[in-house]
């Protein structure tokens, strides 16, 4: 490990020292100087950066159900409630919805606070009918779904990796381009769709992670996915 | 196979067709409207969408076991065994390695002839001395482990989201700054790490999608991956 602000070696005591071309540490080093964390200073050699050690390339690692009902470092920086927002043709199919636009739920959240994550719930309006509005609200509607005899019992989750367009960057105060997470999560209520839900997170903020297991029989390899998920209260 | 436009059997005739319950069939029906593959048209049905045949946002969606084994679909463009590449410091502590370099395992794979994700696999020493050179290969690996008594049995998995740089895109044919998601898997054999394994797959060809599978306790949500994963022969 290296301290910021410490000295890399020259790229000739990295090639003895690694025992490969100087071609190859010069891309490595490349793919430090991208990565900001390392600087070529004029005539003096490539440094650490005084900010790698602040620059935390993912500071929040989770499961789904961390990321669903929230951690304590997470808060929410607001929520609006929408009417009559246009739905995406996909949202509108996969929520049998026959009318073009409904209700849309609106949150930014933070993690320790910083602009972590931007989510826009599209609600089927057999929710929206079923809740009073000021049950409508990031995560508690759950509860309000359950009471009323429609309790979410599954998801189809996807994950994809996009860069910022001008609504996500602005909501998430990084710069157009960068890199974010795209979570695609339609829910269900036993076999009917409740809400689809897209949410972008940071992508130098949020690394998903999980537990795999392998069963092999013979040569045949199964991989499940694994995860203890931990079972938060939702108070 | 349908074509693009083609019209789906109407619920009743896909219900006596595959003799499943309606609710199966609204469901599986109600997945192809989310990938975006058919439409429902107000009063006519359900038709194959006109540009499901060249619409690819994401060309694959898969789960684990498809991406670590392969599919029928997918390609080896080209691989090689690389010797004293230096490994980064992360790597080296999870691997529980000494020395500042090793054997690492690079390929990249096609998907339908294109580019998709770029791997570096870095083995531990371990692994390089129980196998023979030219056992050291991208898949089959797994099956001489296996064979030589350390079976691999898990992993731990992340994705996070990342900008293409120059060795990523070279790889890739992309250009720098696309979106790629990254994908971290350590792979163990009982408690032994035996790799680490980087790759990133093009932003635009990939999305990882799971089922989830939520239990209530009281106003408590847990949420597991239950992914119904396939057992492909990996001959």
Redesign the interface.
């Known amino acids: ?1 290296y301290a910021p602000g410490a000295a890399l070696e020259s790229e000739d005591e990295l090639v003895a ?4 071309s100087k071609a ?1 540490i010069r ?2 080093v ?2 430090l100087v ?2 900001g964390l390392v600087e070529r200073r004029q005539g003096r050699g490539t440094f650490v950066r005084e900010d790698a050690a602040v620059h935390r390339p ?1 500071a929040f ?1 989770g ?3 961390e990321l ?2 929230g951690t304590d470092d997470m808060s929410f920086r607001e929520f609006s409630v929408e009417h009559d927002v246009p739905f995406p ?2 949202v509108r ?2 929520l ?1 919805m ?1 009318s073009s636009s409904g209700t849309a739920l609106v949150y930014r959240r933070d993690l320790r606070g910083e602009p972590f994550a931007y989510t826009v719930v599209y609600l089927s309006p057999a929710v929206v009918e079923l809740l009073e509005p000021e049950e409508i609200v990031p995560f508690e509607r ?2 309000f779904e ?1 009471k009323r005899g429609m ?13 910022a367009d001008s609504l996500v960057a602005t909501n998430l105060s990084i710069e157009i ?6 979570s695609e ?2 829910v269900r209520s036993e ?1 009917r ?1 409740v809400e689809f839900i897209h949410t972008w ?1 940071r ?1 130098d903020m ?9 069963a ?2 013979g ?9 203890d ?7």
């Open positions: 490990m020292e690694f025992a490969v190859t891309q490595a490349g793919v991208e990565r993912h690692v499961s789904f159900t669903i009902i043709v996909n199919e996969a049998g026959q759950a509860h359950m309790p979410i019992t599954g998801a189809t989750q996807s994950m994809s990796a996009e860069i381009g960068q890199p974010v997470l795209f999560r339609v076999l769709p997170y992508g949020f690394k998903w992670q999980a537990d795999l297991s392998f092999w029989s040569t045949n390899l199964t991989v499940t996915v694994s995860v998920e931990p079972s938060i209260p939702a108070e």
